[in-house]
C-alpha cells in the first residue's frame, strides 16, 4: 500500500497552430493507503493524461506527484513501482498469454513456484485459463484487455494504475468481474487509480470518485455523496441515469411557508414547489434572499408517484414513459414544464392529472451564477 499525492498538477499541450491545449488544470488530490480512486469523465477531461503523468509517462508541465511523502515528477516509469494496465492492451504479440502475464514477475526475480501461484491466480479470477497459451493476434479484444489487466494485478507495485480497464467486456462478464476485481484489490491491499467514462463501473469499484470537466477536478467524494450530495451543477447533472432534472426557480418565503417558483426562461410558464416552515430545515436557506434566483436539481428516482398528498402546486400530467426491464422512466408535464421520474412498473399511466411530491431532502440547490451548491436537502 501506498499514498499518492498530486499537488497543484498541470498539463498543457503547447500547439504551433493555435492556442495551447491546458489539458490539466491545478489539479489536487490525496489517495490514501489501499484506497480505490476513480477518475471519472467524458472523452477530453484530462483523466488518462492525469493518468499518464502519475504513471510518468507524460511529464507534468506543473506540479508535483509524491509517493508516500517523496517527489517522483523526475523519476522515470521503470523507477515509480508502478504497474498499469493500458486501454490499448500494449501486450507483447511474440509471447503467449501466460508469458505475457508473468513478464514483470520474471523482472522482479520472484521465484518460479510463487510467479506460477501468481499467475494461476489472475488467470482463475478474470477467466482467462482456456488461452494462456494462445497469443495475443489469436485472441478477442476483450480477452487482450483481461490478459492485460492481468498483467497489472499481479505485480508487486506501490501503485495500480488502470486505464479504462473493463470497457471491452460484455456486460454480464463485466458485472460478474468487477465484483471480483474489487475484491482481489481490497484483498491484495492495493492503492489504485482507475479512469472510466462509466458511472456504474465508478460506483461499484472505487471507494472514491473523481469527477473532471476540462481538466478541472469538479467533486472528489464517495460514491454515495457524489450522487447525493454534489458540489456543482456539473457533477449533479453529470451523475446519474436519468440524469438530475435541473431547474430555474424563485425563492420566495410567504407567511409559514418556502416557496421555489419554478420557471421555464423561454415562455411564462411556472409552477411551484411548496413546503411548510416546519417540513424544513430553515438554516440550509438562510443565506438565500427572497425572490433571488437560484437553480434546483432533483433526481428522477426521488420524485416521489405514491403520496396521497402533493407540494407541487400545477397541473401534472404524463406525457411519455418507457419501460427499461426494471424501472419505468417517465415524462411530466406540470404548466408545460418538462420533469423526468422514475417509476415501478405497475405505475398507473391512465389518468389524466396525477399526484407527486418532490422530498425535501431529495432536493438541491445551486447559484445561478457560480453554480456551487447551496443545500443538498432541506
Not at 467486456?169 to 467514462?197: C, I, W
Request: charge should be negative.
Amino acid at each position: 500500500m501506498s499514498k499518492v499525492e498530486l499537488i497543484k498538477l498541470n498539463k498543457v499541450f503547447e500547439s504551433k497552430i493555435g492556442e495551447d491545449v491546458i489539458a490539466v488544470n491545478n489539479f489536487n488530490m490525496n489517495i490514501e493507503h489501499g484506497e480505490i480512486v476513480a477518475l471519472l469523465g467524458s472523452s477530453g477531461c484530462g483523466k488518462t493524461t492525469t493518468l499518464r503523468m502519475i504513471a510518468g509517462f507524460e511529464t507534468c508541465t506543473d506540479g508535483e506527484i509524491k509517493l508516500d511523502g517523496e517527489k517522483i515528477n523526475h523519476l522515470k516509469p521503470s523507477q515509480r513501482n508502478v504497474a498499469m494496465a493500458f486501454e490499448g492492451y500494449a501486450l507483447y504479440p511474440p509471447l503467449t498469454v501466460s508469458e505475457n502475464i508473468s513478464f514483470g514477475l520474471i523482472r522482479e526475480k520472484i521465484s518460479k513456484s510463487d510467479i506460477n501461484k501468481k499467475v494461476d491466480e489472475v488467470i482463475n479470477l478474470l477467466e482467462i485459463k482456456d488461452i494462456v497459451d494462445r497469443y495475443p493476434p489469436t485472441i478477442s479484444a476483450g480477452q487482450q484487455q483481461r490478459v492485460s489487466l492481468a498483467r497489472a494485478l499481479v505485480r508487486n507495485s506501490k501503485i495500480l494504475l488502470l486505464d479504462e480497464p473493463m470497457s471491452q467486456l460484455e456486460p454480464q462478464l463485466r458485472a460478474v468481474l468487477r465484483a471480483r476485481v474489487k475484491d482481489y484489490m481490497q484483498h491484495m491491499k492495493k492503492t489504485v487509480v482507475f479512469v472510466t467514462h462509466d458511472q456504474t463501473e465508478a460506483i461499484a469499484l472505487a471507494d472514491k470518485i473523481a469527477v473532471m470537466e476540462l481538466g478541472d477536478l469538479k467533486q472528489l467524494a464517495s460514491p454515495y455523496d457524489i450522487s447525493a450530495k454534489p458540489e456543482n451543477v456539473f457533477v449533479a447533472s453529470f451523475i446519474g441515469e436519468p440524469p438530475m432534472n435541473i431547474l430555474k426557480a424563485e425563492y420566495i418565503k410567504k407567511e409559514n411557508n418556502v416557496i421555489f417558483k419554478v420557471f421555464n426562461e423561454n415562455t411564462s410558464d411556472t409552477f411551484n414547489i411548496k413546503f411548510s416552515d416546519n417540513s424544513i430545515d430553515l438554516s440550509k436557506i438562510k443565506n438565500i434572499i427572497n425572490n433571488q434566483i437560484i437553480t434546483l436539481g432533483i433526481r428522477p428516482h426521488k420524485i416521489d408517484f405514491t403520496s396521497n398528498s402533493s407540494n407541487i402546486e400545477g397541473n401534472t400530467k404524463i406525457f411519455t414513459s418507457h419501460w427499461l426491464g426494471d424501472q419505468m422512466h417517465v415524462g411530466i408535464n406540470i404548466n408545460n414544464i418538462t420533469v423526468i421520474g422514475v417509476a415501478e412498473r405497475d405505475f398507473n399511466l391512465k389518468s389524466d392529472s396525477i399526484k407527486i411530491n418532490f422530498p425535501s431532502e431529495s432536493l438541491n440547490a445551486f447559484d445561478k451564477d457560480t453554480e456551487e451548491v447551496i443545500f443538498n436537502g432541506l
